[in-house]
């Protein structure tokens, strides 16, 4: 059995899973903004789980820097935290190994494991509070993509050059519409909101050239409302040497990072395949 913790800005899921990687129980509370009372909050959840032994566990943080020697995170995009022992605080609450990584490319790794054989380039993009991204290429994390997501690409916008994420996330939808995305139902703001992640989206496709792009995330979850207009606008800057890739919607995208803490631990610790 495995375990994955998925740390995000609002919630955390902690599930348990078998060697073939099939959720058998899960708990998820919200995220406390203090890491000692995280740590209380997911021991209480763990204590819950039937399962006990596990072999091996991953933990998918939005960690904006990331020691991963030492399995510590540095800063968080949505979270106080600094500089905090994730790898060690786990490990001795398991009682077995743990790998910690950025909660994006997890949900990349997931969704690659997923299309196996048919692409070997996958971009993944999150977009929920924050935007975060994550290569994978022939089954590997592509490291060279920054932790901090959205953030590190700086765009102009309105006059002003700003980080991609402060007007195309889920944050900023929230704050330009007064609405979530899931009650968002009408064409012309779907149409605006792929305008602006299409902006991020072109510097990634000259960048890491995918083959797929896939998204995820809450925003991610409603692909099939904006999914169109987001291709029609990347379409307007395709050429013969910048291809537009594929775009899909996650597989699985509220889990996608918790099967990512499976896939990751499992090829760290786990027993061949």
């Known amino acids: 059995m495995y375990a994955g913790v998925d740390i ?33 909050e997911l021991r209480h959840s763990v204590a819950f789980l039937t399962t006990k032994k596990f072999q ?60 196996k054989g048919k692409f070997s380039r996958v971009l993944y993009v999150t977009v929920s509070t924050g935007i ?4 994978v290429v022939d089954g590997h994390i592509d490291s060279n993509i920054g932790d901090a997501g959205g953030r590190l690409i700086m765009l102009e916008h309105h006059g002003k050059l700003v980080p991609w994420e402060q007007f195309a996330s889920g944050h900023a939808i929230v704050e330009r519409y007064g609405k979530q995305a899931h009650d968002i139902t009408d064409a012309t703001t779907w149409r605006a909101i792929a305008r602006d992640l299409s902006i991020g989206i072109q510097e990634l496709i000259a960048l890491t050239e995918p083959e797929v792009i896939v998204f995820g995330g809450s925003v991610g979850t409603y692909f099939d409302r904006y999914g169109d207009y987001l291709h029609d606008e990347l379409a307007k800057y395709e050429t013969p040497l910048v291809p537009l890739p594929a775009l899909q919607a996650a597989s699985r995208p509220e889990k996608a990072v918790v099967y990512g803490c499976y896939d990751i631990a499992r090829a760290t610790y786990g027993t061949a395949a």
């Open 56 to 115: 091996a566990a991953g933990v998918g943080m939005p960690a904006t820097s990331l020691d991963r020697t030492h399995g510590r995170g540095l800063s968080f995009s949505n979270l106080p935290w600094r500089n905090v022992p994730m790898q060690r605080d786990v490990e001795k609450l398991l009682a077995c190994p743990v790998v910690v990584e950025n909660d994006a490319k997890l949900g990349a790794l997931s969704e690659a494991m997923l299309l």
């Open 8 to 40: 995000g800005g609002t919630k955390t899921l902690v599930a348990a899973l078998d060697d073939n990687g099939v959720i058998t129980e899960s708990r998820k509370f919200p995220t406390p903004r203090d890491y000692k009372h995280f740590l209380l």
């Open 132 to 135: 975060g991204l994550g290569l």
